[in-house]
């Protein structure tokens, strides 16, 4: 009989399907909220502001007129670091929330991290562009 207090070995069941009940609900929660989980980034004193999803793309950019006013060259330098920015928010707020919802050390939290980290690699503004670049203009 399932519930029993007897030496039956059921009272083993129970206390299995309880915690598999709990992981469930637990995982449930957690991956709820990985998929509302948003990074964000700024620069130029909060005129260039850029939102990424766990996926790393870019849900939310906002250009500042005061920012835009300093030019392409350095707008599109911005965006790029702003969008860097949101990318290590996004892994540490991911991260967090792997860890506490499975454990610091756990396998899953390793999995989850390393999995965000390739999906949001960060964009490397110091990497040559081998595109000219038009001389004059703002933009």
């Known amino acids: ?7 039956d070995g059921y009272g083993d069941i129970d206390a299995q399907v309880a915690a598999a009940r709990e992981r469930a609900e637990r995982s449930g929660a957690w991956v709820g ?6 990074g964000h980034g700024s620069a130029l004193r909060g005129g260039v502001t850029v939102e ?12 500042t007129d005061a920012a835009a006013g300093y030019g392409g060259q350095t707008v599109a330098g911005a965006v790029l670091e702003a969008h860097t920015q949101a990318q290590q ?4 707020r991911a991260e967090a929330s792997t860890a506490a919802a499975w454990g610091a050390g756990s396998a899953t939290t390793a999995a989850v991290t390393d999995e965000v980290e390739r999906l949001t690699p960060g964009a490397d ?8 670049r038009p001389a004059g203009g703002a933009w």
Do not use: F
């Not at 009989?1 to 030496?7: L, N, P, Q, R």
């Not at 928010?89 to 540490?92: S, V």
């Open 89 to 92: 928010d996004l892994r540490r």
């Open 1 to 7: 009989m399932v519930g029993s207090t007897a030496g």
């Open 33 to 38: 909220e990985m998929e509302q989980l948003t």
């Open 125 to 132: 503004p110091d990497s040559p562009d081998d595109a000219p």
């Open 52 to 63: 990424v999803d766990l996926g790393g793309t870019v849900v939310g950019l906002g250009i």
